[in-house]
């Protein structure tokens, strides 16, 4: 009998506990969601929606980059700062905070920076706008405010005046371009056209 008893004290007690314990846990819980602070999800949409619509508006890219080989065997790489697609059929892609390295086949190379630039609708060209820099391995430093590069040949060529700090001193031209020499080897050269003039500067 007694262990009778004792069976069965076991047995109301372990049902009551299946009912006291689920209530002590639901109780802990409201208390928790009571205390806590809580979060106004709405606080953050503002924010959210500007971004989203503005992204939506003018869809953009962060840091892309290019790569490429020309038919002539140069290597092309172009990195932006951001880059947008073409607004219209008529106009190319654009990108802002814009550098080229432009490697030709005679282990020159070349490293073009801008402002901006904006590619061809086919692809085949981008211009370089705002505050242009050439730096070429051979020691010269060209500055204009605007250039073209090529995609599928190696070409660079300014047909706005240019200032030149080289070896030989400064130069000033009309016009600068960068392609392969035209005698069938894989030489390149840079020419300055228009009004060309030194300023002669020897070396200390």
């Given amino acids: 009998m007694v262990r009778r008893a004792g069976l069965d004290g076991w047995s109301r007690l372990v049902a009551a506990l299946k009912v006291l314990l689920p209530l002590t846990a639901l109780a802990l819980l409201s208390m928790l969601f009571l205390i806590s602070n809580r979060i106004n999800p709405e606080d953050a949409l503002p924010y959210a929606e500007v971004d989203v619509e503005e992204r939506?508006?003018?869809?953009?890219?962060?840091?892309?980059?290019?790569?490429?080989?020309?038919?002539?065997?140069?290597?092309?790489?172009?990195?932006?700062?951001e880059a947008r697609p073409a607004a219209s059929?008529?106009?190319?892609?654009?990108?802002?905070?814009?550098?080229?390295?432009?490697?030709?086949?005679?282990?020159?190379?070349?490293?073009?920076?801008?402002?901006?630039?904006?590619?061809?609708?086919?692809?085949?060209?981008?211009?370089?706008?705002?505050?242009?820099?050439?730096?070429?391995?051979?020691?010269?430093?060209?500055?204009?405010?605007?250039?073209?590069?090529?995609?599928?040949?190696?070409?660079?060529?300014?047909?706005?005046?240019v200032t030149v700090d080289g070896p030989a001193g400064r130069i000033t031209a009309q016009s600068m371009r960068l392609t392969q020499s035209g005698d069938g080897a894989d030489n390149y050269l840079l020419v300055f056209n228009g009004s060309v003039k030194l300023l002669y500067q020897p070396a200390k």
């Fill in 89 to 161: 059929d008529t106009s190319g892609a654009s990108a802002t905070d814009v550098r080229a390295r432009l490697t030709t086949p005679d282990g020159k190379l070349a490293t073009l920076e801008s402002i901006s630039a904006q590619m061809t609708p086919n692809g085949e060209e981008i211009s370089f706008f705002g505050d242009v820099h050439l730096d070429h391995s051979s020691g010269y430093e060209v500055t204009s405010d605007t250039m073209t590069a090529r995609l599928d040949v190696m070409d660079v060529q300014s047909n706005t005046p």
């Fill in 56 to 81: 939506l508006r003018e869809p953009r890219m962060t840091a892309p980059t290019y790569t490429g080989t020309t038919r002539d065997g140069a290597a092309i790489e172009v990195t932006a700062a």
